[in-house]
């Protein structure tokens, strides 16, 4: 049985940074594409980050380009998204989505930046 559940969130000033856990069972990240998507109030989901199942490719969305980095330890069965520098507009739910068969989400963990 699949599950996918996220950590990490909380609360940090503007400049702050925090990392973001996405725990996998019942299935090897390695072997899926990984990505992590976010939505604020009032508005659609998106994509935040993907990680390919080769590992080698990373796409991220323009806003987090140069401040946020995913990555995976395959031996935790584990994907992470480092946020630095995080801004107010990067308040939002955070979702792990697993594409591995068919999509798989998290629960979601909120991020909040004050400013």
């Known amino acids: 049985q699949v599950h996918i559940v996220e950590s990490g969130g909380g609360l940090v000033q503007l400049g702050g940074s925090l990392r973001l856990s996405c725990a996998a069972s019942?299935?090897?990240?390695?072997?899926?594409?990984m990505t992590w998507y976010r939505q604020a109030p009032g508005k659609e989901r998106e994509m935040v980050a993907v990680l390919t199942v080769s590992g080698r490719t990373r796409n991220y969305a323009e806003s987090v380009k140069g401040r946020f980095t995913i990555s995976r330890d395959d031996a935790k069965n584990t994907v992470y998204l480092q946020m630095n520098n995080l801004k107010p507009e990067d308040t939002a739910v955070y979702y792990c989505n697993a594409l591995y068969i068919r999509n798989f989400w998290g629960q979601g963990t909120q991020v909040t930046v004050s400013s």
């Open positions: 019942g299935f090897t990240v390695s072997g899926a594409t």
